[in-house]
């Protein structure tokens, strides 16, 4: 049960994009298309940005999207706006046990 | 509206023992899975169990053994028993649905704070 590994700092100025690299196993990324991704801000939950690889929710912008290949999930935001600086971790299924990334601060320059 | 509500965190003594409760509104526990995940102080998310919704539950190897997590469906409540409480246990502890349909913990309560100290 390693978390999966994540950079621990990303940063883009306004406008650009990033992409955020989330690394597992064949036990877990590599092995289901259920990687999900988490949004979080300081001092609040965490809240669901993208599940099953690359689907987004209801009322999340489509400037998030998600991909994935082998054991690596990578999680893209593009027009990167003052709003997306925050905390931003994946999540896999690993055969009933779930395991969550290390975690990236986004930071908008 | 479709939320969760933590409630049961404090500081207890190294060894001791603390059940947190998560109650649910909008939708029912026993149809979902429902998950506790923990967040240390400065730290990232920790999955710590799981309960399917056949009852089944799953647990991180930090705290298999010391925890276990159960559910009431008469009161849509989702519970964390805590025993044999250590320092590294100390955390936010968030619970949160996992929706069958998207696979995903797509709602999160606003999280119980647990400070296991002497």
């Known amino acids: 049960q390693s978390a999966l590994t994540q950079p621990a700092s990303v940063s883009g100025s306004p406008g650009q994009s990033i992409t955020i690299s989330c690394t597992g196993t064949s036990s877990d990324v590599g092995s289901y298309n259920l990687v999900s991704w988490y949004q979080q801000h300081p001092g609040k939950a965490p809240k669901l940005m993208i599940y099953?690889?690359?689907k987004r929710p209801s009322g999340v912008s489509n400037r998030f999207s998600g991909s994935k290949s082998g054991n690596t999930a990578s999680l893209t935001i593009s027009g990167l706006q003052a709003e997306d600086e925050a905390d931003y971790y994946c999540?896999?299924?690993?055969?009933?046990?779930?395991?969550f990334g290390t975690g990236t601060k986004v930071t908008v320059l | 509206e479709v939320q969760l509500v933590e409630s049961g965190g404090g500081l207890i003594q190294p060894g001791g023992s603390l059940r947190l409760s998560c109650a649910a509104s909008g939708f029912t526990v026993s149809s979902n899975y429902m998950s506790w995940v923990r967040q240390a102080p400065g730290k990232g998310l920790e999955w710590v169990s799981v309960?399917?919704?056949?009852?089944?539950?799953y647990y991180a190897d930090s705290v298999k053994g010391r925890f276990t997590i159960s559910r009431d469906n008469s009161k849509n409540t989702l519970y964390l028993q805590m025993n044999s409480l250590r320092a590294e246990d100390t955390a936010v502890y968030y619970c949160?649905?996992?929706?069958?349909?998207?696979?995903?913990?797509?709602?999160w309560g606003q999280g119980t704070m647990v400070t296991v100290s002497s």
């Open positions: 309960i399917y919704s056949g009852g089944s539950t």
């Open positions: 999540c896999s299924y690993a055969g009933t046990l779930w395991v």
């Open positions: 099953e690889v690359s």
């Open positions: 949160a649905r996992g929706d069958v349909d998207s696979d995903a913990f797509d709602i």
